[in-house]
């Protein structure tokens, strides 16, 4: 039975209307604390008019003994070659895949794996690598064994992307091996 997220910000909907869709007066960094209103939270990670927004850090307090899940909706928009990086308490985590964007705008969800933490104030953060500004959709946490993380089909043995597996993930599809 899966649990409860600890935390979600925003609504899987596809859209960002909830977030702060104005980053001319937002710093590089932005802290953002699980609990402020959602409209405070940045609708995108980077922008096409400066450093604004490269770098989203979340705050929270959680039991994160076991680790969890981190789950990012997100676009890569209309235009540019769009990827970040998630980190845990300064440290990263995992790239996002590289994706290009295009029209009709579409939209992704990706696991990352957060490593156990026995502190109990934490620090996520969204830093972007390349492209001009990707849109968020929702980000989630949940506590270790309320994901699928331990389904990893999508990777090979030396660690790359499946490419068919890589299409199936992203159109929505993919198969679990249950044995």
Do not use: C, Y
Not at 17 to 26: A, G, K
Not at 50 to 64: K, T, V
């Amino acid at each position: 039975m899966a649990q409860e997220p600890l935390w979600t910000i925003g609504v899987f909907d596809d859209s960002f209307d909830e977030f702060d869709s104005v980053p001319h007066d937002d710093p590089e960094v932005i802290n953002f604390s699980v609990g402020n209103p959602i409209s405070e939270f940045p609708n995108q990670v980077g922008t096409d008019i400066g450093p604004q927004r490269s770098i989203i850090n979340i705050h929270f307090a959680a039991d994160l003994s076991n680790g969890a899940t981190l789950i990012v909706r997100w676009s890569a928009g209309g235009s540019g070659d769009e990827q970040f990086v998630v980190s845990a308490g300064g440290q990263p985590v995992r790239n996002s895949l590289l994706l290009m964007g295009d029209q009709p705008v579409t939209w992704v969800t990706e696991e990352f794996i957060i490593p156990p933490n026995q502190a109990s104030n934490h620090t996520l953060s969204l830093t972007r690598l390349s492209g001009n500004g990707l849109w968020l959709d929702a980000i989630s946490l949940n506590a270790a064994g309320s994901g699928s993380e331990g389904d990893r089909s999508d990777i090979n043995r030396d660690g790359k992307v499946n490419q068919i597996d890589l299409l199936l993930f992203l159109s929505g599809w993919h198969e679990r091996n249950t044995q």
